[in-house]
């Protein structure tokens, strides 16, 4: 089974851009969430959508958003990119998103703002 | 605020010596505890997880000690292996967490390099 696939790699933007982050879960699986891996902070939680809709948000700005597929992949997008969204951006899926099942990650997505 | 302590940045151990890897947290709500390992270039892969009604967690040569007194929990890898030489995350789950059914407080993580 193919794991958990994330679109584009790496992606230089500048500042005031926009960028959209893909991502395709594992085959079955319906919930997707996202996380922001920057040095010094770890994994911080973003979102997490199921069944096309956002269930779950953390605390980041509006800027970021995101949405879900029929197929249950989902997109993330950042709008008016500033210097600080520089980070590794990952998405986790599993099969319905409960709370103590295994959630895995794809490779991420690094973002560099200049 | 950093609710899920990793104050080791980095740790290196001999092949062969047990690897002590350690974590803490503040939040009293966390119930359930995980691990993640994470190579460069490659998403963070589940490891071993435990149970706040348990103390202990054992698959192979990975061990969880869970410390609910001192908000506090440990992996232990014996014996150590050049191939750990990777970054863990530790991670906390309350329930209803803010809503969230799903969402993972994460480490900082730690660097473990296993020298052979």
């Known amino acids: 089974k193919a794991g958990v696939t994330q679109t584009p790699r790496y992606l230089i933007k500048t500042r005031g851009q926009q960028v959209t982050l893909s991502c395709s879960p594992i085959?079955?699986?319906?919930?997707v969430s996202w996380y922001q891996q920057t040095p010094g902070q770890g994994l911080q939680f973003l979102f997490e959508?199921?069944?096309?809709?956002?269930?779950n948000k953390g605390n980041f700005p509006g800027r970021f958003s995101g949405r879900q597929f029929s197929n249950s992949r989902s997109e993330m997008n950042v709008s008016t990119l500033e210097l600080g969204d520089s980070a590794l951006y990952l998405c986790a899926s599993s099969l319905t998103g409960e709370r103590l099942e295994t959630q895995y990650f794809g490779p991420g997505t690094r973002l560099l703002v200049l | 605020d950093q609710q899920v302590k990793q104050n080791s940045p980095s740790l290196s151990v001999q092949e062969g010596r047990i690897s002590i890897l350690n974590c803490d947290y503040t939040?009293?709500?966390?119930?359930?505890f995980l691990w993640y390992k994470k190579y460069p270039a490659e998403g963070p892969t589940f490891l071993i997880s435990?149970?706040?009604?348990?103390d202990k967690n054992e698959d192979g040569r990975f061990t969880v000690f869970l410390n609910k007194s001192a908000k506090h929990l440990s992996l232990h890898i014996v014996p150590s292996q050049p191939g750990d030489s990777a970054v863990y995350f530790c991670a906390a789950s309350a329930k209803n967490y803010g809503g969230a059914t799903n969402k993972l407080i994460f480490g900082t993580g730690t660097l473990l390099a296993v020298q052979p």
């Open positions: 085959s079955g699986h319906r919930s």
């Open positions: 939040n009293s709500m966390f119930d359930y």
């Open positions: 959508y199921f069944s096309e809709t956002q269930r």
């Open positions: 435990i149970s706040s009604i348990k």
